[in-house]
């Protein structure tokens, strides 16, 4: 198995004031999966995504993946866990605002062992004429284009996505979502969506439905559909 998530628990707090996020999570994820992660607010759906990225520790349980478990690593060994499997988009694009956008894919470029062609990859997001420019001479969507091509820029063997289309209208939305796509199905990333509209999870492979830090549902789409077919 590609990614297996065995037993993990996150508590905050102590006392009267602990509170349970995650209550023993138990998942399998194949390479090459577009896995989304649904559930409202407080779910530990957030949790789950930043302790498979190594970001956050569980209390209990493991990640491992290809058998390397994250728990039996040093710090220096979760970096460079972290810089040659994975890939981060977030809601907020995090992009430096004095480096041009070819520059902001490249920092993702200096992670990796096995980088992408950076040009290729302004290529495929629609950057490439942009690429001289600077973050704030740009839409919302074309910034977080550019926060994907940082990401996937790196070659990662997984891309976690933290709402990556929560602050975007709904035409460029679908524009990303169609993107991810696309990079799932050209470069084989393994896929982990993290979102509250329950209308992405018609395009993964796999959904997982949290609440109250547990699996409630957790399926393979038989009837899937393209990022373009979506609506909400």
């Not at 577009?34 to 409202?40: A, H, K, S, T």
């Not at 060994?77 to 070819?102: D, E, S």
């Not at 289309?165 to 991810?180: F, H, M, P, Q, V």
């Amino acid at each position: 198995m590609f990614l297996e998530i065995h037993n993990i628990r996150k508590s905050y707090g102590e006392g009267e004031s602990k509170v349970e996020v995650l209550r023993g999570i138990d998942l399998e994820i194949e390479k090459g999966e577009i896995c989304v992660l649904l559930g409202p607010s407080g779910s530990g759906k957030s949790t789950l995504l930043n302790i498979i990225g190594g970001i956050d520790s569980a209390d209990d349980g493991y990640i491992a993946i290809n058998g390397e478990k994250t728990a039996d690593m040093s710090d220096r060994a979760l970096t460079r866990y972290r810089r040659r499997h994975l890939g981060y988009i977030f809601q907020m694009y995090n992009l430096i605002p004095n480096l041009n956008i070819k520059e902001n894919v490249e920092v993702g470029a200096y992670l990796s062992e096995h980088p992408l062609q950076t040009d290729d990859i302004l290529k495929t997001l629609g950057l490439y004429e942009h690429r001289h420019k600077l973050p704030n001479q740009l839409s919302g969507g074309q910034q977080q284009r550019t926060a994907i091509g940082r990401a996937i820029v790196k070659n990662p063997d997984i891309l976690l996505c933290d709402e990556p289309t929560g602050a975007l209208d709904y035409n460029t939305s679908k524009e990303i979502l169609r993107l991810i796509e696309e990079v799932n199905a050209k470069y084989g990333s393994t896929v982990i969506m993290v979102t509250h509209n329950s209308a992405l999870a018609d395009m993964a492979d796999r959904v997982i439905k949290l609440r109250d830090g547990q699996i409630r549902k957790n399926y393979r789409n038989e009837t899937k559909k393209s990022a373009a077919e979506l609506d909400w």
